[in-house]
């Protein structure tokens, strides 16, 4: 009877992985390769992202930044899992656990919430610029690469 039961579950859970990730993804990537009038196919939604220098700024800064956020997620996690996992280290479960924690937040809610806090019109951006002192901008390439490490740089003057 268990056996049943984990086999069910295993495709049911299957069956919503590919309705809601693989057919999306699968009609987003057939759609790229289709005209909007009539559906057929085509190159030319690629040459006209290709021919504007914006987009490929976008490209290279999105490249950019998830190239140097995985050698820095590698130089940061392969030492300390081989760390907690070899030797008997303080605080070995609570990093355990804190190490599950990105898996477990959106990445969207997350970024939604820094623009909320550090945004143009965020909320602590206008409680420090009641002060005086001005936070850089977390917009574009700068913003992106300097928000992970240190979200509070701030400018005085």
Same mark, same amino acid.
């Given at each position: 009877?268990?056996?049943?039961?984990?086999?069910?579950?295993?495709?049911?859970?299957?069956?919503?992985?590919?309705?809601?990730?693989i057919?999306?993804?699968? !009609?987003?990537?057939?759609?790229?390769?289709?005209?909007?009038?009539?559906?057929?196919?085509?190159?030319? !939604?690629?040459?006209?992202?290709?021919?504007?220098?914006?987009?490929? =700024?976008?490209?290279? !800064?999105?490249?950019?930044?998830?190239?140097?956020?995985?050698?820095g997620?590698?130089?940061?996690?392969?030492?300390?899992?081989?760390?907690?996992? =070899?030797?008997?280290?303080?605080?070995?479960?609570l990093?355990? *656990?804190? @190490? *599950?924690?990105?898996?477990?937040l959106?990445?969207?809610?997350?970024?939604?919430?820094?623009?909320?806090?550090?945004?143009?019109?965020?909320i602590?951006t206008?409680f420090?610029?009641?002060?005086?002192?001005?936070?850089? @901008?977390?917009?574009?390439?700068p913003?992106?690469? =300097?928000?992970?490490?240190?979200?509070? =740089?701030?400018?005085?003057?």
């Amino acid at each position: 009877m268990k056996s049943r039961f984990w086999s069910l579950t295993t495709i049911l859970i299957f069956l919503i992985f590919f309705f809601f990730m693989i057919l999306p993804v699968l !009609n987003l990537f057939t759609g790229s390769f289709q005209t909007q009038e009539k559906g057929a196919f085509t190159l030319q !939604n690629y040459l006209s992202f290709f021919h504007y220098p914006s987009y490929w =700024r976008s490209l290279w !800064n999105s490249i950019l930044i998830g190239l140097i956020s995985a050698a820095g997620a590698m130089i940061v996690g392969v030492p300390m899992g081989y760390m907690v996992s =070899r030797w008997n280290v303080m605080g070995k479960s609570l990093i355990v *656990t804190l @190490s *599950t924690l990105p898996l477990m937040l959106p990445t969207f809610i997350a970024a939604f919430a820094w623009v909320i806090l550090l945004g143009r019109g965020g909320i602590i951006t206008k409680f420090l610029q009641t002060w005086g002192i001005h936070i850089g @901008s977390i917009y574009g390439y700068p913003g992106m690469m =300097r928000l992970p490490d240190d979200p509070f =740089r701030i400018q005085c003057g």
